[in-house]
């Protein structure tokens, strides 16, 4: 058929399960996907919002009148100095007046500084809850930096020219000093002329100092300037919409595959080939189609037909020489047994071999789509049922299939079954009977989930077959088939894969040539149960003897 599955079951999944998951469970995936994105959403309305001023400020170094020239570290000024002076806590404090706010460690957290390379630049970041208080803030952090740096500026010079001014002081008291000693010197002596260098010397240090005090009392003072004041933000920086939003759709995906895959794992049903090789069954192959599709007895070359043709070769290459009946059974309850019972016959027939289709399953749910005849176009009654209760013989049970000569047909029957019907030895002797006069008899078996009667049916084939319809049967049902079949000695040949059929479909209404599809008439009453029908499944009905001149029908159609 389409796949063949052999050898060991495969201990685990691989990307092809996982493939098959993601096709079977993707609604799921994207249903918690879009949850994920609406408590994303959600999230992101519940955050605080976040906004985020900056101002930038141009340092220049205090008392100087050159820019700074060289980048962040280079000549006066060290800007990642300045960066952390900017939080420093005179700093801090002097914006918390401007802002007119006492929480200091709360604005000290708010503000951050950052340097771009190369630059003499330091830019002024300050985060709030509303835009004017960003904007607001990153204003004040600039201005009281620039006041703080200029203050310190103007305090170092005063202390500069302080210091200069004590000089000249002690310069001044030590030409005082000179010029006494010089009073009482004759001018020619040597000493004069020491005290008078001297007196040369500590003028000209004063003149010195009094140049530089002059200087530094004229020096302008300029710590920078904002060169871009700070602007009211128009949105938020936090939260992040397409952030909450992605992970919230990240996270709802990966809900989505984890209950995706613990389904998978908890999910019993078969869904093709390869969980039947888990199930201990090898695959004879699938039958293409959708459900509505393969309800009925393929064409020859159509998909399904070229299907079954390939699974009669691989049926007729396993049968060793003298084996001849193959048992089809369901491993759940359902049609899917009639119909590839009834294919496989069907293709055994075009080979020209004579081949008997024996119906022996009840179909329940689907009890007017699929039985034997509404698939061959033979009449529902006599069948199977009436021959077992000794109403008709064999000739008149068996039936002609309308569009294959060489398919003769025994359908289920219109007498009620009674338990026990299955395992009678009438049943045996019909075997034997169609074992001499066809070259196949393929039966249809009930399901193994129903009852217990395919494994003795099964006990009377040379092979079996289990027919599995997806997504309706279950591993262990497989499995537990598989077990049924090969404890009575049935080589089971394989599984043949069903799509999921319907359960319901409309019944096509009777004609006088063609009675309804199902009769039920009442056996006779025994006289020993006072009228009353045996029960339980060990009881027997006595069946009438076979007469094997009965198929007479198929020793002219295919002499011996």
């Keep these: 058929m389409d796949a063949t599955y052999a050898g060991s079951p495969p201990s685990s999944y691989d990307m092809t399960d996982y493939l098959g998951m993601l096709r079977r469970h993707w609604w799921l995936a994207m249903l918690l996907a879009a949850l994920g994105v609406a408590a994303g959403s959600a999230y992101n309305q519940s955050l605080p919002r976040e906004y985020v001023s900056d101002a930038s400020v141009l340092v220049r170094p205090a008392g100087l009148d050159a820019n700074v020239s060289g980048g962040r570290t280079r000549d006066d000024i060290n800007l990642d100095t300045e960066a952390q002076l900017l939080r420093s806590t005179p700093v801090v404090a002097g914006a918390a007046k401007l802002l007119h706010r006492d929480d200091v460690d709360v604005l000290a957290a708010s503000v951050s500084v950052e340097v771009p390379p190369n630059t003499s630049v330091l830019q002024v970041e300050f985060t709030a809850g509303d835009p004017l208080q960003a904007q607001a803030g990153a204003h004040a952090f600039a201005q009281s930096y620039l006041a703080n740096r200029e203050g310190n500026a103007k305090a170092e010079l005063t202390r500069q020219a302080d210091a200069l001014r004590a000089k000249l002081k002690e310069l001044s008291d030590d030409l005082t000093d000179i010029n006494g000693k010089l009073g009482g010197l004759h001018s020619n002596s040597s000493a004069y002329a020491s005290l008078d260098s001297q007196r040369d010397t500590t003028v000209n240090q004063i003149n010195q100092l009094n140049n530089k005090v002059n200087s530094l009392a004229t020096e302008t003072v300029n710590a920078g300037v904002i060169i871009r004041e700070a602007r009211v933000p128009s949105n938020p920086v936090k939260p992040n919409p397409a952030v909450n939003y992605a992970a919230g759709a990240l996270l709802g995906l990966l809900a989505g595959l984890g209950l995706a895959a613990l389904r998978q794992r908890l999910d019993r049903r078969v869904h093709g080939g390869r969980d039947l090789v888990r199930a201990g069954v090898d695959v004879l192959g699938t039958v293409p189609g959708k459900g509505k599709t393969c309800t009925e007895v393929f064409t020859p070359f159509s998909p399904g037909g070229r299907a079954f043709n390939r699974l009669r070769n691989e049926v007729v290459a396993a049968l060793k020489p003298g084996e001849q009946v193959v048992v089809v059974t369901g491993a759940s309850r359902g049609p899917a047994a009639t119909l590839v019972a009834a294919n496989l016959a069907a293709a055994l027939s075009r080979t020209g071999a004579e081949v008997v289709l024996v119906g022996a399953q009840v179909p329940d749910t689907m009890a007017e789509s699929a039985p034997l005849a509404q698939l061959l176009g033979v009449a529902p009654t006599p069948g199977l049922s009436d021959l077992l209760a000794g109403r008709v013989n064999l000739a008149e049970a068996t039936q002609r299939a309308a569009r294959t000569p060489s398919l003769h047909v025994i359908t289920t029957g ?36 129903a009852s217990a009667d395919a494994q003795s049916l ?16 279950r591993r262990p049902q497989v499995a537990d088939a598989a077990e049924q079949l090969r404890r009575v000695g049935t080589i089971l040949l394989g599984g043949v894969v069903m799509p999921k059929l319907p359960r319901r479909v409309r019944r096509r209404p009777a004609t006088a040539s063609e009675p309804a599809l199902v009769e039920t008439a ?39």
Excluded: C, F, W
Excluded at 458 to 473: G, M, P, W, Y
């Design 414 to 449: 219109g007498t009620a079954t009674a338990a026990g019907m299955l395992q009678s030895h009438a049943l045996r002797d019909i075997v034997a009977t169609l074992r001499a006069h066809a070259d196949y008899l393929v039966i249809e078996a009930p399901s193994t989930a």
């Design 458 to 473: 099964a006990s009377l084939a040379d092979a079996a077959i289990v027919a599995v319809e997806l997504r309706r049967t």
């Design 522 to 560: 009442s056996a006779e009453p025994d006289p020993h149960t006072n009228g009353h029908k045996p029960r339980g499944e060990d009881q027997t009905i006595m069946l009438a003897p076979v007469d094997a001149s009965a198929l007479a029908e198929l020793d002219e159609a295919h002499p011996r």
